[in-house]
Nanobody, 114 residues
Framework: QVQLVESGGGLVQPGGSLRLSCAASGFTFSSYAMSWYRQAPGKERELVARISSAGSTTNYADSVKGRFTISRDNAKNTVYLQMNSLKSEDTAVYYC???????WGQGTQVTVSS
């Protein structure tokens, strides 16, 4: 069955960095675009970044452009989200998703606070 397992979340000070990982299994990873979403308390889940199946095309929410970088390693069946210059408003649960399907990971908490 499809599994998406996020890791790398935690507590970080404003201005700091974190790298999230999402390990995928149960499907042909290199055939699918992948996305990162986030959901802050009391807010709707929002798209943060998306990467094409080969990794050649990326898209970002305006709120994270220039600070976050999505990447993937198809040999390792893993998608990453490098988050730099973190702000308090980036605090949320971050989820990875297999694009075009209803497959989600369980989420990883990112808290940006001093």
């Amino acid at each position: 069955q499809v599994q998406l397992v996020e890791s790398g979340g935690g507590l970080v000070q404003p201005g700091g960095s974190l790298r999230l990982s999402c390990a995928a299994s149960g499907f042909t990873f290199s055939s699918y675009a992948m996305s990162w979403y986030r959901q802050a308390p009391g807010k709707e889940r929002e798209l943060v970044a998306r990467i094409s199946s080969a990794g050649s095309t990326t898209n970002y929410a305006d709120s994270v452009k220039g600070r976050f970088t999505i990447s993937r390693d198809n040999a390792k069946n893993t998608v990453y989200l490098q988050m730099n210059s973190l702000k308090s408003e980036d605090t949320a649960v971050y989820y990875c998703k297999r694009s075009g399907t209803g497959d989600w990971g369980q989420g990883t908490q990112v808290t940006v606070s001093s």
